[in-house]
């Protein structure tokens, strides 16, 4: 005669399997967005560079020393006319919008977008999110959110370019942890320490 398993026996495995799937789905949740997000950043870096440089081509621009007229800083009308004349017209997105009186607001095709404004004659900062949904004007937490800059007519990770470029993967990685500024949302160093480590969110990153 076979033995079957009683009612009691199968709830008991039925509820140990939910425990252990209850204890590692977050973990397993987390590192499917972490790759997630490296694969758009990634991406994100490389349409955006092709852009710029197809913008510099066409246009005959001489790279990294471009600069804008001084009624372009924080001109919101101005960037959306910029944009759309220039690198939008490479980049594939579902909307380009005006955002208050400084910024744009771009969605993208594959979900992601980014907000951006003019801050000085030299420099666009570009506040990238991998789900559009997070995108919102000085935002880059470096979760869903990163910082990413047109600088002197060159697109880069993080901010100036010269001084995380010659940032230790170490120095980059305490910035990204504990930022110089009081703002502790905002983290400038983390698009670059990712970039750093090959486009993937590595285990000792911070957020």
């Known amino acids: 005669m076979t033995k079957a398993f009683t009612l009691a026996e199968v709830l008991i495995t ?6 252990v ?7 397993l949740i987390a590192e499917h967005q972490k790759k997630v997000a490296a694969v758009r950043l990634e991406k ?10 197809r913008w510099q081509n066409d246009d005959a621009i001489e790279p990294n020393n471009f600069t804008f007229d001084s009624s372009a800083i ?23 919008n005006k955002e208050g009186e ?31 949904k997070y995108c919102s004007p000085e935002s880059y937490d470096g979760r869903r959110t990163f910082l990413f800059s047109l600088n002197n007519g060159r697109f880069v990770t993080s901010q100036d370019s ?27 160093a983390c698009t670059r ?15």
């Open 14 to 19: 039925l509820g140990i399997i939910g425990i």
């Open 74 to 96: 924080k001109n919101g009308e101005y960037l959306l006319n910029w944009y759309n004349t220039t690198i939008g017209k490479y980049i594939q997105s579902n909307s380009v």
């Open 44 to 53: 994100f870096y490389s349409v955006m560079s092709q852009a710029v440089l």
């Open 162 to 188: 010269s001084v995380y470029n010659n940032m230790s993967r170490y120095e980059l990685l305490e910035e990204c942890k504990t930022p110089y500024t009081t703002l502790k949302s905002k983290r400038h």
């Open 102 to 132: 400084q910024y744009i607001k771009v969605a993208l095709n594959d979900g992601s977008g980014f907000v951006a404004y003019i801050q000085f004659e030299n420099l666009i900062n570009i506040f990238y999110c991998v789900d559009y």
């Open 21 to 27: 799937a209850a204890m590692t789905m977050p973990a």
């Open 193 to 207: 320490l990712i970039q750093v480590d090959g486009w993937r969110i590595a285990k000792d990153y911070p957020w």
